[in-house]
């Protein structure tokens, strides 16, 4: 069941950086676990 929903959410995150959608300096799960208080 989890290897489920981490392959479609790996996959979303792929398609994002590569449709330059994402715009998370760093798109790591650890990193948006944490509060952004880059510049």
Known sequence: MFA???A???MI???EEHS???HMPDPNPAS???P???S
Do not use: H
């Open 32 to 34: 948006l676990a944490q």
């Open 20 to 22: 330059g959608l994402s």
């Open 36 to 38: 952004v208080v880059s």
């Open 4 to 6: 489920d929903l981490r």
């Open 13 to 15: 995150r792929t398609i």
């Open 8 to 10: 479609p959410i790996a």
